[in-house]
């Protein structure tokens, strides 16, 4: 073998990657961590709906349970029904009673309708708001760090639970077709059907979660039941 070949010999031996396959094995590498990153994010995020739906579904039914033995409406004051064919009906009874200003003067079903238990509730339910969430004794629910240690708002106070709302809707529906709503004024006694408090009512509670970097809060789960 002469010289010339043997340098040859040398240099194939001796060369490495090109240009080319070194760019190659990068955009592969790449494409792999890329696609380990992307699976661990989706299993975060599903991990974390999986998180919010538990805990949306305990805090629809601790109001639930706050409301479980509640009358539909007011034993004493009831619905009236004023007016109505051939003009519109004016409801009363319907909502919270006078002097009815935290939930623990709730004392029926009806008094829930359009009321929220937010973290950023009021203490009165004069905007719909008052504070939340709440367990299934009316109490208002602390927020809890990782050490388990209950926080409060910087002034004595418990800080509520933060970025959630249980909003309640309180609806009159048909006796046989639960399915279908009637107006809160309904009153069938002039055809001989219910009276105006006959109707069964459904009650459902729409949980929202609304994180420090969301725009507006997320509809979580939604939790109904009919009283007969």
């Known amino acids: ?13 001796a060369r490495g990657f090109t240009l080319i396959e070194a760019a190659m094995a990068v955009i592969i590498i790449g ?14 995020r599903a991990n974390l709906w999986s998180s919010h739906a538990a805990s949306a579904t305990f805090l629809a039914n601790e109001i639930r349970e706050y409301t479980r033995l509640l009358p539909k409406h007011d034993p004493v004051e009831s619905l009236v029904i004023s007016g109505g064919a051939p003009g519109p009906a004016t ?30 509730g009021n203490p009165d339910h004069t905007d719909g708001d008052l504070p939340g969430p709440i367990d299934a004794f009316g ?13 409060d708002d910087g002034n004595g106070a418990d800080l509520a639970m933060q970025g959630w709302t249980q909003s309640v809707i309180v609806e009159k529906v048909e006796p046989f077709d639960t399915a279908t709503v009637v107006p809160d004024w309904e009153d069938r006694t002039t055809s001989s059907g219910p009276a105006a408090h006959e ?10 979660y609304q ?16 009283v007969p």
Not at 139 to 151: H, R
């Open 1 to 13: 073998m002469n010289s010339r070949i043997k340098r040859r010999v040398r240099h194939a031996r």
């Open 31 to 44: 494409v792999g961590v890329l696609a380990m990153v992307d699976a661990q994010q989706a299993f975060v």
């Open 91 to 120: 409801l009363y009874g319907w909502g919270p009673n006078t002097g009815e200003v935290d939930v623990s003067d709730f004392d029926d079903l009806d008094d829930f309708d359009g009321i929220s238990f937010s973290f950023i």
């Open 139 to 151: 109490n208002v629910i602390p927020e809890i760090n990782i050490a388990g240690d209950e926080l």
């Open 199 to 208: 109707f069964p009512v459904r009650v459902s509670v729409e949980v929202y």
């Open 211 to 226: 994180g420090i970097n969301d725009i507006e809060a997320q509809l979580i789960t939604t939790v109904s039941w009919v």
